[in-house]
């Protein structure tokens, strides 16, 4: 209370100093700004241009008012990839102006850019000035990007240096039930560089009222050195999608395959249902809950089935900026009672949007997997404690090649009372992406 009283009567102190004839003037450019969004919203755009043409823009204010009034003529104009750029300009310097960030949303939704307006969008609705009239708006457009047909494309690639591709142990010899065993060579630790690169399709289309039906394709692919390391997987689904108030709910029917060293390794298929939704202006939740029934090509012991349930749940803390909270279970079953396992996991994490373009996620998740039959050699089950710590980077102004990088570093603990699978592991992502 103390620091802001401080800051209070600094501020008066040099409000006290700005002479009378700056303020008329600030007044001045203010209202004249006022006025030239007036005329475009009149669509008298040839007077608008000539108003802000000669309105001077001698104070930081002024010039970011100016540039939000121009980026404001060529939205209505229909330069929209130039109301965009200017747009994403000033909030580069200033992420908190909620207004701005709604102007680049629905610009983005006129571009056809759905994702990336839906997630300003979400960040107008966590502002804490936002008043009543725009979030009836927000909502509003939210609900549109929602329910309109759409479909989007992306491509990525990524550089994926890591201390243990094969999360092996490091140990030369692992006493297991009072019996030393040693590793083989494709289940210790290695060192190594992985290149991660694939696509992904969606499609949505309204049916009826609120109901409309989804479909996605998308591939991964996993290259480390040597072949055999190699791990790809396609999926598939269809399904269909309920608009629910503040988001959407889906179910679909979805299909898994995936191959490992160049050959058959599994196949899932199964129901998911999920849904995305604001429970208040400032709450967004996500969730999840999935089955699948797994099958293995040469590993018919592990065939069984797999329960997934998830939920996050975003606060909105200030434009530009949340804290997350998450939680997740899941359960495998297989045909030896001591692969089948129980895991609950938990992670909490803080979003922000810094004034130099840079967007930064630290996160920080907990996992504990309880497997169910004594392990071979061991009187009782294994029992992992899996932790996480990661940050994520990405520079929202800058592309390399025409595409929009994205800096992953993480670590990884695993600690397992069956040593066999106990190991530690730093990765960093290097992620290029392109959408379509």
Not at 97 to 122: C, P, S, W
Not at 173 to 186: D, E, H, N, S
Not at 209 to 214: D, K
């Amino acid at each position: 209370m103390l620091s802001l009283w401080r800051s209070v009567c600094l501020a008066l102190l040099l409000a006290s100093f700005v002479s009378p004839a700056a303020r008329s003037d600030a007044a001045a450019e203010k209202a004249a700004f006022e006025q030239a969004e007036q005329l475009i919203e009149a669509h008298r755009f040839d007077e608008a241009r000539k108003l802000l043409a000669a309105t001077p823009r001698e104070s930081g204010y002024a010039r970011i008012y100016g540039a939000f009034v121009d980026a404001r003529l060529a939205e209505d104009t229909g330069r929209l990839t130039t109301a965009r750029d200017a747009y994403r300009k000033i909030l580069e310097a200033q992420p908190s102006l909620a207004r701005v960030r709604l102007h680049l949303a629905r610009t983005l939704a006129k571009l056809a850019d759905n994702d990336a307006a839906r997630r300003h969008y979400e960040f107008v609705l966590g502002a804490a000035d936002v008043t009543a009239p725009y979030v009836d708006r927000v909502r509003a457009d939210m609900r549109l990007l929602d329910g309109a047909k759409s479909w989007s494309a992306q491509g990525y690639v990524t550089v994926a240096p890591t201390s243990n591709m094969t999360s092996g142990a490091s140990q030369d010899v692992i006493i297991i039930g009072g019996l030393p065993f040693t590793p083989a060579a494709a289940s210790r630790r290695r060192p190594g560089i992985g290149a991660l690169y694939g696509a992904d399709l969606s499609y949505a289309a309204p049916v009826s009222g609120n109901w409309g039906w989804v479909g996605t394709l998308s591939t991964v692919n996993r290259d480390y050195q040597g072949s055999a390391y190699d791990d790809r997987a396609a999926r598939a689904s269809a399904g269909v999608r309920y608009l629910v108030p503040g988001g959407v709910a889906m179910l679909e029917l979805v299909g898994n395959r995936r191959w490992f060293g160049g050959a058959g390794y599994q196949y899932s298929f199964g129901p998911l249902l999920s849904t995305r939704f604001f429970a208040t202006e400032k709450d967004r939740i996500t969730a999840s809950a999935s089955f699948a029934e797994q099958r293995y090509d040469d590993a018919n012991y592990l065939n069984g089935h797999r329960i997934s349930l998830a939920a996050s749940w975003d606060r909105f803390t200030w434009p530009g900026q949340f804290v997350r909270v998450g939680a997740s279970y899941e359960r495998e079953t297989a045909r030896n009672d001591h692969m089948a396992f129980n895991e609950f996991g938990g992670l909490v994490g803080y979003s922000i949007e810094t004034p130099w373009a840079l967007s930064v996620y630290p996160e920080f998740a907990y996992a504990y997997r309880a497997y169910e039959g004594d392990f071979p050699l061991l009187n009782e089950p294994r029992r992992d404690h899996r932790v996480v710590g990661s940050l994520s980077l990405v520079k929202t102004n800058f592309t390399l090649f025409g595409l929009a990088p994205r800096v992953l570093v993480s670590y990884t603990y695993n600690f397992s009372n069956v040593k066999f699978y106990q190991y530690d592991r730093i990765d960093t992502a290097l992620t290029l992406t392109r959408s379509f």
